[in-house]
């Protein structure tokens, strides 16, 4: 039974470069969410989906993050240009439908030169 | 909007000593909570979840979880924590009216001596 899955599962890049992280969610499982999680500020939601449309994307720390989710079984989130500040665990969960517990990834820990 | 408060940033605790970790939520209207564990290096997992009915949760690995509306309150409790617990502890609320908009406390990290 595949759990959500998120890759690279580390990332290092320079600052400017654009950074992509990508998860797959569990099969059947109709909402994601993609979480960024730091010592200062802990977990935060930057975005869900339903069904694949975008539902709040308030989470989103500025126009650098852009979220999308071509199909039900994939989701990218990328970051152009990073920065150092950007560095942080990033999340992906899913879950069966409203109100649902979420299924976390394993994380993508992404450092920022 | 939702807010999630857990009252201790780090909790310190020997083996075998109980454990009651505090969270508050504000909002009036219905929710669904949850506790969150996160073990070293990696990814959230579920302890357990209260949607509705009796308001005393059992939950995995010996927690349980009680929720008191009128204290806006779901605190976890283990009556006896190992050294195997020591991770950090996410409550989480989702108010029904809000869909799938889920809103994580702080965490508490509890590190547990041998």
């Known amino acids: 039974d595949a759990g959500v899955i998120q890759s690279p599962r580390h990332e290092v890049t320079e600052m400017g470069q654009e950074v992509t992280l990508r998860c797959k969610p569990i099969?059947?499982?109709?909402?994601l969410f993609w979480y960024r999680q730091t010592m200062m500020r802990g977990l935060e939601l930057l975005i869900y989906?339903?069904?694949?449309?975008?539902?709040?994307d308030s989470g989103m720390p500025e126009d650098r993050f852009s979220a999308k989710m071509p199909n039900a079984s994939f989701s990218t989130l990328k970051i152009q240009p990073s920065e150092p500040r950007d560095s942080a665990v990033y999340f992906c969960a899913s879950s069966p439908g409203p109100n649902q517990p979420q299924h976390f990834g394993d994380g993508t820990r992404l450092s920022i030169l | 909007a939702q807010s999630v408060s857990q009252h201790n940033h780090h909790v310190i605790l020997s083996e075998a000593a109980s454990l009651e970790l505090g969270c508050n939520y504000s909002?009036?209207?219905?929710?669904?909570l949850f506790w969150y564990v996160q073990y070293p290096g990696q990814h959230l997992q579920l302890l357990l979840k209260y949607f509705s009915g009796d308001p005393l949760v059992k939950g995995i690995k010996g927690f349980e979880a009680e929720f008191i509306k009128s204290k806006f309150s779901f605190n976890l409790r283990k009556p006896s924590v190992q050294w195997s617990d020591t991770a950090e502890y996410f409550c989480a609320v989702n108010a029904r009216n809000y869909g799938q908009n889920f809103v994580f406390g702080p965490g508490t990290r509890l590190s547990v001596l041998p």
């Open positions: 909002y009036g209207g219905t929710v669904n």
């Open positions: 099969s059947g499982h109709n909402s």
């Open positions: 989906f339903n069904n694949n449309v975008p539902i709040d």
